[in-house]
């Protein structure tokens, strides 16, 4: 099929898939009031790619047929091939502004670094190499969307995986037939699902030894498997109009819990089973992020130009660019914009070959970055909050535009540039993007998406290679010994 257009993507989504919502299975996840509006914003950056001027920058010829199909597949050989990737990517976060983290790019690149581990994959078992090649193929081919999940329900994180209340609290393995594997549990946290195509679940999770052995998995099947249903958070996207809910109404990219109730994953599904030793390693070498980070770092540089562009505008509209520590706290989120940029090109830059296929990130820049960013955007947002002040509250709706009281309204909410409409209109953004329901999850997307900090600085106190430092300071005593 190659590329698909909106429309194309939006038909995908008319099946038998099991979405719960509010209470209620949602019958056409393209059509529903709280989820179509979404919908449609992803259509159309499907048909980003076939639009003439960018369609060369989104696409590269398929090995396999030479058709156009999305960049995000290309399996890295050159700096040159990221840095196509790169453009690609930016394509797509420009055209969200940054505010989506799981375009359908996301966890293409998750699966096409994992593909360039297929020799890995398939090291006990040949088989599951094998099937990741196809599965790799198979969706770049189709450009299907994927959701994907990690995790296991959030029951008791004092104890191991194999140690929940119920064995199948984490996906777990019930049985083996001739045609895969039946599966069982639950998997958090799937970002996207009502829009996906497939459901992408690879190792996670070092598992404690032969007692753990059914949850060594690696697999993906299509988001309307039967069995496989998705219990949604409520959606941020209540209708209301984009002046009110400029962020809110186009895009709530949707996280879900995924059920998994006797699953059969077919055999040429999956990717890695039965093996706790070898599911540890892939697990422990981190496969994924030394790709999607690219994809991280382009997503966030267009999410804080975004940011500064409200800050930039909202100190022009009520003049508060006149005073010393507005100036500095502007310069702080520039200085943020611009560290993620150099962050960025040092892992492009210093990409080389590591292990399996092609070339990988720079692991440094991309570590330090993965551990950074978070805080850092909670900064940005604080800074935000700062300066638009009580402004974030003085934002009526635009049944009061229209009604007789908008000459009082002209008056009092103008800015000191910009009439009052604009100005509400400003204001109401920026507490879309920081404040509402919908702004409260992008800081808790950003805290959390990448993983649990806390957790990844434990693993780099632990794995860091200590010896320059070591070195340094042996240096020093041996010095101030001499002198
Ligand atoms: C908006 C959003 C979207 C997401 N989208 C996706 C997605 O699409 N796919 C996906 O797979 N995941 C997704 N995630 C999940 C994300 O990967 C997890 O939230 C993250 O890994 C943290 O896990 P948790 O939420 O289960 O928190 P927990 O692990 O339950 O942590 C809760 C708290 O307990 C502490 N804690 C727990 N265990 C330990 C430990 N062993 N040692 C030290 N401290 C501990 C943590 O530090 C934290 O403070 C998303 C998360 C969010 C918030």
Not at 177 to 206: C, H, M, N, Q, W
Not at 246 to 253: G, I, K, M, V
Not at 295 to 323: D, P, S
Not at 332 to 352: C, W
């Amino acid at each position: 099929m190659g590329i698909r257009t909106g429309q194309q993507f939006l038909d995908g989504l008319k099946d038998s898939r099991e979405i719960w919502l509010e209470g209620k299975r949602v019958e056409d996840v393209t059509t529903d009031p709280k989820l179509g509006r979404m919908a449609k914003t992803l259509a159309d950056l499907f048909d980003l790619q076939h639009d003439p001027m960018l369609h060369d920058d989104m696409t590269f010829k398929s090995p396999s047929t030479g058709d156009p199909v999305p960049l995000s597949f290309i399996i890295p050989k050159t700096q040159d091939d990221l840095l196509k990737r790169r453009k690609a990517l930016e394509i797509t976060a420009e055209a969200h502004h940054g505010i989506l983290g799981r375009t359908p790019d996301y966890v293409n690149i998750q699966v096409t670094a994992t593909r360039q581990m297929a020799e890995l994959h398939g090291h006990t078992d040949k088989r599951f190499g094998d099937n990741l090649i196809a599965y790799h193929e198979y969706i770049r081919e189709n450009d299907l969307s994927l959701t994907h999940c990690f995790g296991h329900p959030q029951v008791n994180r004092g104890v191991a995986v194999g140690q929940q209340p119920d064995p199948y609290i984490p996906i777990g393995v019930v049985d083996t037939t001739s045609e895969g594997i039946i599966l069982r549990g639950a998997k958090l946290l799937a970002t996207l699902a009502p829009f996906s195509d497939e459901i992408f679940v690879p190792p996670y999770r070092p598992l404690r030894g032969k007692e753990e052995e059914m949850y060594a998995l690696g697999f993906a099947i299509p988001t309307a498997t039967k069995g496989l249903s998705f219990i949604c958070r409520e959606s941020w996207d209540t209708g209301r109009s984009t002046y009110d809910q400029p962020l809110s109404s186009r895009f709530d990219e949707m996280d879900a819990l995924a059920v998994f109730d006797d699953v059969l994953v077919p055999w040429d599904r999956v990717f890695c089973y039965g093996d706790v030793e070898l599911h540890n390693h892939i697990v422990e070498l981190g496969i994924m992020w030394r790709q999607y980070m690219q994809h991280v770092a382009v997503k966030n540089i267009a999410k804080l130009e975004f940011a500064l562009g409200m800050t930039h505008a909202m100190v022009e509209a009520i003049g508060i660019g006149v005073h010393a520590h507005v100036q500095e706290k502007v310069a702080e989120i520039i200085d943020t914009t611009e560290t993620v940029r150099s962050y960025l090109r040092a892992m492009e830059a210093d990409a080389g070959p590591w292990m399996g296929e092609g070339i990988w990130l720079s692991p440094e820049p991309t570590i330090a970055m993965r551990h950074w960013a978070p805080d850092a955007y909670q900064r940005v947002t604080d800074i935000m909050q700062q300066l638009a002040a009580g402004g974030l509250m003085l934002t009526p709706t635009e049944a009061d535009m229209e009604s007789s009281i908008r000459p009082v309204i002209d008056k009092y909410f103008q800015g000191a540039k910009i009439g009052a409409y604009d100005r509400v209109r400003l204001f109401r953004l920026v507490w879309d993007f920081i404040g509402t329901q919908f702004g409260s999850r992008q800081i808790l997307y950003e805290r959390y998406f990448n993983g649990d900090v806390v957790r990844l600085r434990q693993g780099r106190f632990q794995t860091y290679d200590y010896s320059k430092a070591d070195a340094s300071l042996a240096k020093f005593w041996q010095e101030t010994d001499q002198s």
